[in-house]
């Protein structure tokens, strides 16, 4: 059974639709993560599980129980919010107490559970300060450790670790997964940092304008995205996009541009047929060019790509290539490889041989993913 279920969920402020007909159910321990661009409904969707905003239709349902009436107190959540709401008066300590005792936990368990959360973030040494005396970062983790100290049936965050550092991030990621784990209830965590959501979720859901637009596990999404926007917005780099025309020879298909062609994977030539004669979006990702001797596939005079190096920045596993085609236009597209490459290519030609069965295909008027619709 679904821990949390929300179905047909809809926010309208005056005019405008902040959440618009969003549906998913929550496993039991599940880490469910929102991401999606700025203004896109995250926060709202949150404040509704929470209680704090009225829905405007829809249904939220705890196990059995519908819970669009209950008030915020009652419905057993906690929330760590966007903007880190601390009691400037209280001290860290009583901050951190405040989830318990405004439950009329035993001071007992206070005593026991707040050093305990401080530690867990990191603010120990910080228990007797008052806020202001404290970063944003600090501020933050006190928002944490009072949202964690408690035990609920459903943990939601918003963007908790925007204002930390990378290194914190790391640590508070982690931190937040152990007690996730120990805890074992459902979680909805917001970010718009794609790389957080796919370090982090059991499964994402990307938002836009409102809506779900997908909702998977990280892989899926990274795969299979059922559009351009998914295919764009997971994934860093960012996904290599190229309008083609799609083009019969000699009883294959090819996807030609004015700086290539590329033949198609037989797997994907019927979803392409349709498409013959018109042009679509190719999507290649970074990941997926590859130096022709070390390429993991047959190379082929079709499925390589030539282009001019413009940049090339060394990483922990390789290098990333930012390179441009050799037609007029220049498009630009980036490679990421598993070996260095030497700066001594910058301003020189280099083919990249292209993984085609890994390729993704958008129809240019919908946007939606001609692979897997
Ligand atoms: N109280 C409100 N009154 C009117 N409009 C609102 C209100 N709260 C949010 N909105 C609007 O609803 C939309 C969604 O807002 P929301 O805060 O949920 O976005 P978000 O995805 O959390 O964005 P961000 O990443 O910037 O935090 C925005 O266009 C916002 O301006
Ligand atoms: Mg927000």
Avoid: W
């Avoid at 368990?109 to 990191?122: C, I, N, S």
């Avoid at 030539?306 to 930012?322: F, L």
């Amino acid at each position: 059974m679904p821990s949390t279920r929300v179905s047909h969920l809809t926010k309208e402020f005056d005019t405008k639709i902040a959440v618009n007909d969003v549906n998913f159910e929550l496993g039991e321990h599940e880490f469910l993560v929102l991401v999606g661009p700025s203004g896109c409904g995250k926060t709202t969707t949150l404040r509704m599980l929470a209680g704090l905003e009225q829905a405007s239709s829809g249904d939220i349902f705890f196990g059995e129980k519908r819970v669009n009436d209950i008030r915020p107190r009652d419905r057993n959540v906690a929330m760590v919010f966007q903007d880190y709401a601390v009691f400037p008066h209280y001290t860290v300590y009583e901050n951190i107490a405040y989830g318990l005792r405004s439950r009329r936990a035993p001071n007992a368990l206070v005593k026991e559970r707040v050093p305990k959360a401080a530690k867990t973030f990191r603010i120990d040494h910080l228990l007797g300060r008052k806020p202001r005396q404290l970063s944003g970062g600090e501020r933050q983790r006190v928002a944490l450790a009072r949202a964690m100290v408690r035990d609920a049936e459903l943990y939601l965050y918003d963007e908790p670790l925007a204002n930390l550092d990378a290194q914190l991030r790391y640590q508070a990621r982690e931190d937040i997964m152990a007690l996730h784990n120990e805890k074992e209830k459902p979680s909805v965590y917001v970010t718009h940092d794609q790389s957080e959501a796919m370090a982090m979720g059991d499964r994402i859901a990307v938002m836009r304008d409102g809506h779900i637009v997908q909702i998977g596990t990280g892989a899926e999404l990274y795969e299979r995205p059922h559009s351009l926007f998914v295919a764009y917005f997971i994934g860093t780099p960012s996904i290599n996009l190229f309008d083609v025309d799609i083009v019969p020879e000699n009883g294959a298909l090819f996807a030609r541009h004015p700086a290539f062609s590329l033949e198609i994977s037989e797997a994907n030539q019927s979803a392409l047929l349709p498409y013959v004669g018109r042009q679509v979006k190719f999507g290649v990702r970074p990941e997926d060019l590859h130096v022709p001797r070390m390429a993991p596939f047959a190379v082929t005079e079709f499925n390589q790509l030539q282009g001019v190096v413009n940049v090339i920045e060394p990483s922990s596993t390789g290098c990333a290539v930012y390179l441009s085609t050799l037609d007029e236009k220049a498009a630009d597209y980036t490679a990421t490889l598993r070996t260095r490459m030497p700066a001594s290519y910058i301003g020189k030609e280099v083919p990249l041989a292209i993984n085609m069965a890994k390729a993704h295909f958008f129809d240019l008027e919908s946007e939606r993913s001609i692979l897997s619709p």
